[in-house]
C-alpha cells in the first residue's frame, strides 16, 4: 500500500499519507483534517476501504471512462471539504476485477458508500460536487 503526498489545504505543508490507518490524517504543521484519498485493488481493498473508521466513499472507475475523469475533480472537492469526515478510496475496475465482480460494476463510475466495511449507499454515474456533497451528507446525517 503505497502512501500519497497530500499539501495542506489550510497550511500548504505537503504531508504524506497512508492508504490505510487508524483514525483520519491531520497535518503536520497545523494539524488540521487532511483529505484522505487513497487507491486500492484485488489485494488491498480490505485494508483501505473496509476497516477504515470514517465513511468511505469508493470511486468504481476506468482510465478510458470520459464521465470518470469529469466526476474525478468532484470528488476530490467533496474529500477536501469533508476531510476528517470521509476517504475517497479509488478502484480502477480494470486493475480489480475481483472488487468489481463483488459489487457488481455494471457501469463506470460507480460510487459506493461504506461505513464498517458495509455499503450503505451507492449510484451510477458522474454528478456535479454539490449533488455528490448534498447526497454524502443525507448519508452522514444518517437520512438516507
Aim: with cysteine; hydrophobic share 45%.
Amino acid at each position: 500500500m503505497a502512501s500519497k503526498v497530500i499539501e495542506c489545504p489550510t497550511c500548504g505543508r505537503k504531508n504524506r499519507i497512508p492508504a490505510s490507518a487508524e483514525g483520519f490524517p491531520h497535518c503536520g504543521n497545523c494539524h488540521q483534517a487532511l483529505p484522505w484519498v487513497a487507491e486500492a485493488g484485488d489485494d488491498d481493498f480490505g485494508d483501505v476501504a473496509e476497516r477504515a473508521n470514517v465513511l468511505v466513499l469508493v470511486d468504481m472507475w476506468a482510465t478510458w471512462c470520459g464521465p470518470c475523469r469529469q466526476v474525478s475533480p468532484a470528488l476530490e472537492q467533496v474529500a477536501r471539504d469533508l476531510a476528517g469526515k470521509i476517504k475517497l478510496v479509488k478502484v480502477d475496475v480494470d486493475k480489480a476485477p475481483k472488487v468489481s465482480e463483488r459489487f457488481t460494476i455494471q457501469a463506470v463510475p460507480t460510487l459506493i458508500l461504506m461505513r464498517d466495511g458495509e455499503v450503505v449507499a451507492r449510484r451510477a454515474g458522474a454528478a456535479p460536487a454539490a449533488a455528490l456533497r448534498s447526497w454524502i451528507d443525507e448519508v452522514l446525517r444518517g437520512t438516507a
